[in-house]
């Protein structure tokens, strides 16, 4: 019986997490949402980039700025770079010229870098954003108007993965889109815990000064607007592109980004009470998330003592699933199993990642979780 009991349990906690949240907050989104007021803005955005060895990107990355449709005299760029060893300063200085402010650095990580860009910065509105997205160029415009509600305190830009060449740089692209819809229903409803770091947008008054070592300032600095009572959208017109990337690569920020929300948990404790207004969605979403692969192992062990013909069906599926994954990179691009082989692989590499974010609850340095990310940039 105890067998039965863990083996639903888990099974009923896995369907919860992957399927009958969104179905659920979908269904909240539509019957309590909560409108936005947007008027056109002229506020003056200070556009901040932190950067380490970033010379591939970034003269695309001014220039995407650059081709902006929001007024240029009320747009500030300022560059930080995070003890850059390549050539990223000259080509900034080259490519931006007096419209880029850029501050040289000792390596000291992404947080000391903002902490000093937000020092420098002017602007009513500081703009977060990494140097190798490209922005769109209405992107900027759309995340201002927001800032007319009075209650919105950040909005988040719509991360949008360029076509890959693979299936599994595919399916990467398809995480992402489902995600955005994740948090667009958030955002509806209330807030999104935290932000699209790549491109997010926060009043001058809420920012805080980020802890060093922090991994997820996209979450660090929105969560304290929410802790004030502000609201934490995203806005799917304002968008911005990046790069596919490999199954690999998506691993490695799998484990830093979950990493991060343990320590995101221990800045701010209560978004496990009373004080975190939206708790149930932050259990079902965020918190659910880092508890799912273990649940998955529980099922796993449990389903070997069901009574037969249970253990057989389940087991089985268990080992079909394993074998699926396993087989994927050596299947050719088309052939019929594909597409559900590379998405089987994909999801039982995120869920090892979410095993080894753990690593972090035993002393594991967050510097180490720092990785250069590979992309996919087309030939032109």
Not at 11 to 33: M, R
Not at 241 to 257: A, G, S
Not at 331 to 342: D, H, I, N, Q
Not at 353 to 366: D, K, M, N, Q
Request: hydrophobic letters at 45%; proline letters at 5%.
């Amino acid at each position: 019986m105890l067998w039965i009991v863990l083996f639903a349990g888990s099974t009923a906690f896995v369907l919860y997490i992957l399927f009958g949240y969104p179905v659920l907050l979908y269904f909240l989104a539509n019957s309590f949402a909560k409108p936005v007021r947007r008027e056109p803005s002229s506020k003056r955005v200070s556009i901040l980039i932190a950067v380490h060895n970033g010379e591939a990107f970034v003269a695309d990355k001014l220039a995407s700025i650059f081709e902006l449709s929001y007024p240029a005299g009320q747009i500030e760029i300022i560059l930080a770079c995070d003890g850059c060893t390549d050539a990223t300063e000259a080509i900034a200085k080259r490519a931006g010229g007096n419209r880029v402010r850029v501050i040289g650095l000792p390596r000291g990580g992404k947080a000391v870098a903002l902490n000093q860009a937000m020092e420098v910065a002017t602007g009513e509105i500081f703009l977060f954003t990494d140097i190798r997205q490209k922005f769109d160029r209405d992107c900027v415009r759309y995340l201002l108007e927001s800032f007319a509600d009075p209650q919105v305190g950040v909005v988040s830009g719509r991360l949008c993965i360029l076509k890959g060449s693979s299936q599994a740089e595919e399916d990467i692209g398809l995480y992402w889109r489902y995600e955005f819809w994740l948090r667009t229903q958030l955002s509806r409803l209330d807030s999104y815990f935290g932000a699209t770091g790549a491109c997010y947008a926060l009043r001058r008054e809420l920012a805080v000064p980020i802890p060093p070592g922090t991994l997820l300032d996209d979450m660090y600095e929105p969560l304290a607007a929410f802790f004030r009572g502000y609201r934490l959208i995203a806005d799917e017109r304002a968008r911005i592109f990046d790069y596919p990337t490999t199954l690999d690569t998506e691993y490695h920020r799998k484990v830093r980004t979950l990493a991060g929300n343990y320590q995101i948990i221990a800045a701010y404790p209560g978004l496990l009470g009373s004080a975190n207004r939206l708790w149930f969605h932050f259990v079902s979403y965020k918190f659910g998330r880092l508890l799912l692969p273990f649940a998955l192992l529980i099922a796993a062990i449990s389903s070997f003592g069901l009574p037969t013909p249970w253990r057989w069906i389940a087991v089985g599926m268990q080992f079909g699933a394993c074998a699926l994954a396993l087989v994927d990179p050596y299947l050719p691009k088309g052939f019929v199993l594909k597409r559900l082989s590379s998405i089987v692989r994909t999801f039982l590499v995120l869920m090892i990642a979410t095993v080894h974010s753990t690593g972090i609850l035993f002393g594991r340095s967050p510097q180490n979780l720092w990785k250069q990310t590979d992309v996919a940039v087309p030939k032109t």
